[in-house]
């Protein structure tokens, strides 16, 4: 499984755009890059998945340029209730590995008013 | 849409008792389930996978012994934490794959259940 590396905490106001970058440069060709969040005291949601360019959901987007080496996820015009810890996670489709993730440390989203 | 569910949310329990975690899948079966435990302010760090009708997969550094994971059906996995420690406090969180391939992609995480060793 690809090592991942997030910044480990940033900050953001009501409103604005959050932009969270993961690195993982030994990202395998049949690899897909997954984000859930976390809540205090409650298990991982997830957020979004994608394999390459842009992915959108109705809560987020994500980029992966063309090298795959690094992605990011977007958050638009975020809220106080958005205050969570936010993890990348790259691997192979779950369907063919069962459903086994390995998480890094997080990157923990603190929304101020 | 498909839910994991856990109980109890917390529990206390006396230092050398035991204690079990229960893990359901609500309205999907699930033959893999996975359990995790937090510290706070650490990440998840995956503790083993329990597959329905044989052992459980512990990763390295878990002791079986302790964390004795039961998958007997395929809605139910729990986890039993023998002759429990203080250090054995931790929020303790089980998931499981989708229910299908086309959903297989997404894994649901249960609400965790907190214990605290006293």
């Known amino acids: 499984l690809a090592k991942t590396t997030q910044p480990i905490s940033m900050d953001s106001y009501e409103g604005q755009e959050v932009n969270i970058t993961c690195s993982h440069n030994?990202?395998?060709?049949?690899?897909?890059i997954t984000w859930y969040q976390q809540f205090p005291s409650q298990g991982p949601r997830f957020i979004i998945q994608?394999?390459?360019t842009k992915v959108t959901n109705e809560v987020a987007s994500l980029f992966i340029p063309a090298d795959r080496k690094s992605s990011t996820l977007s958050l638009p015009r975020v809220s106080l209730s958005d205050t969570a810890v936010y993890y990348c996670?790259?691997?192979?489709?779950?369907?063919?590995?069962?459903?086994?993730?390995?998480f890094g440390q997080g990157t923990e989203l603190s929304v101020k008013p | 849409g498909a839910v994991v569910s856990q109980h109890p949310s917390w529990v206390i329990c006396k230092s050398g008792t035991s204690v079990k975690i229960e893990c359901r899948s609500l309205d999907f079966q699930a033959t893999t389930m996975f359990w995790y435990r937090q510290f706070p302010k650490q990440s998840l760090m995956l503790m083993a996978t329990?597959?329905?009708?044989?052992?459980?997969?512990?990763e390295q550094g878990v002791e079986k012994d302790k964390f004795l994971i039961n998958h007997a059906s395929l809605t139910l996995s729990t986890l039993t934490v023998t002759s429990a420690h203080p250090e054995d406090s931790s929020f303790y969180i089980c998931s499981a794959r989708g229910p299908t391939k086309s959903s297989g992609n997404t894994i649901y995480f249960g609400e965790g259940s907190w214990l605290t060793v006293v």
């Open positions: 994608g394999y390459k």
């Open positions: 996670l790259v691997g192979v489709p779950i369907y063919n590995q069962g459903g086994k993730l390995i």
């Open positions: 329990s597959n329905e009708g044989s052992k459980a997969t512990y």
């Open positions: 030994n990202i395998a060709t049949n690899d897909y």
